[in-house]
Every structure is written in structure tokens, then in C-alpha cells.
């Protein structure tokens, strides 16, 4: 059988991702680069974005969204309809808002909105905005049985409907936070990618800041306590995979 291509990823730290396509095109998931502190100097420079998704409203997930947005004139600019809403306020195009349980063509993928247990708040000018619900990404890159889906899981805590995701979606890959404090610590994660069924795991939300504790160490031990065979992908950030 013959796979899709998966892109390149680069992790940018805490829960940014850079994903290249085949075509050189770009997806810039969770645009938290140039405040990032855990994002490489040498890896603030973006050469091109061509689509934007962001999982929910927290300034550590889309601080530089509308910078950016305006910087590189992506094609498609993806998020709930309400941070949406915001983003169209602030001068930025070509918004497509959704929702959870949608699907839309971003590029040459599929990315359907799925749900994340946690919260969207979306501050500005120290006023706060609805920023919907949180929310986690699942792209399709091809068709049919020789596709390649991954997952972005956003911010969240572990809930039971990820098993619904390994059934409809089938995602071999998985971007989990584990930090613990705000989301998942690593024994939930690997809970979490039990439910998945995926077979590479790379932990996002981790060591930005001194209260997320968890670590790609502990998240493999927590898997092989659980006799799963899952592999665990620790990438520095500004580290390609």
C-alpha cells in the first residue's frame, strides 16, 4: 500500500508547529513564535505561512496570529467562529471560521475541528473575549486507506471521546500536551494516546514555563507501565521531525 507523504514538522515550542507539505506550502498550528520563549532565536523568522489553524483563544497559542496573519498573507486562516470574529476585527483575511464536529479544505488537507477539554478565553487590552470553545485539529493529508492523519490536541485534559477519534479518524500521530497544571501530565497523555491508538506521540506544553513539570521522559515510562508501544517523538524546540 501506498502512504501519503506526511510533512515535515518543526516544533517551535510549547504547542507551536510548523508543518511543510510537499508543494513547499506551509501550516503554522497554535502562532506563538515571536514572544515565544521557549522558540529558538535562530527559528523566529518564518520564510513563508501559508495557512494558520489555532486551537484555542490563550495568548501562549495565538499571540502572534495577527501579526503574522498580516505578515504573510496566508490563504486560510483557521479557528473557531468567535476568535474568528475577533481576528476579521484586527485587519486580518481570509478567516473561515467553524466549529466543532466541521470539517473544511485547508490547502491540500482535511481538517476537521474536534472537540478539547479546556477553556478560550481571549484577552486583549487586559479585556477578556469569548473565544468559543477550545479545540483540537484533525488533518488528513490524501484519501482512502493510504492517507496520513494526525492530531493536535491544543490545550486539554484527557476525556473518554478520544477513543471516538481512533475510530473515525485513525490518526497515526499525535501532538499531546503533558505539562500538567493547565492540561495533561504525562500519565494522562499516555492514557491518552492509549485511547488514540497512535504510534508516535510528540509532547507539546512542556518546560516553557517552571509550572509545567511534565517531560517526554516520564510520558515514555508512563507508556511502557501501560505495555503500549506508542513512540515517544521528544523534540527540542526548533528540532525537526
Not at 506526511?6 to 498550528?29: A, N, Q, W
Not at 466543532?100 to 486583549?124: E, I, K, N, W, Y
Not at 512542556?206 to 511534565?214: A, D, N, Q, R, S
Amino acid at each position: 500500500m501506498t502512504h501519503t507523504k506526511r510533512p515535515k514538522f518543526k516544533y517551535l515550542g510549547h504547542s507551536t508547529v510548523l508543518c511543510t507539505f510537499e508543494d513547499g506550502r506551509t501550516m503554522l498550528i497554535d502562532p506563538w513564535v515571536d514572544q515565544n520563549p521557549a522558540t529558538p532565536e535562530d527559528a523566529k523568522e518564518l520564510e513563508r505561512v501559508d495557512a494558520i489553524l489555532i486551537t484555542h483563544g490563550h495568548f501562549d497559542h495565538m499571540g502572534d496570529a495577527v501579526a503574522l496573519a498580516k505578515k504573510h498573507s496566508p490563504e486560510i486562516v483557521v479557528a473557531t467562529f468567535e476568535i474568528c470574529a475577533w481576528l476579521e476585527s484586527q485587519g486580518v483575511e481570509n478567516c473561515s471560521g467553524m466549529n466543532l464536529g466541521g470539517t473544511q479544505r485547508v490547502l491540500d488537507t482535511t481538517v476537521t475541528q474536534v472537540q478539547a477539554v479546556h477553556s478560550s478565553g481571549l484577552q486583549d487590552g487586559g479585556k477578556f473575549y469569548d473565544g468559543g470553545v477550545a479545540t483540537g485539529f484533525i488533518i488528513t493529508l490524501g484519501d482512502g486507506p493510504g492517507s496520513y492523519t494526525f492530531y493536535h490536541a491544543g490545550d486539554t485534559a484527557l476525556f473518554s471521546d478520544m477513543q471516538l477519534l481512533a475510530d473515525l479518524y485513525r490518526p497515526y500521530l499525535a501532538f499531546l500536551p503533558i505539562g500538567d497544571h493547565f492540561t495533561m501530565d504525562p500519565r494522562q497523555a499516555a492514557v491518552a494516546c492509549k485511547f488514540l491508538e497512535v504510534r508516535e506521540v510528540v509532547p507539546v506544553h512542556w518546560g516553557t514555563f517552571p509550572l509545567l513539570t511534565g517531560t517526554p521522559e516520564q510520558l515514555e515510562q508512563e507508556l511502557q507501565a501501560l505495555g503500549s508501544s506508542c513512540q515517544v517523538v521528544a523534540l527540542d524546540p526548533g528540532a525537526e521531525y
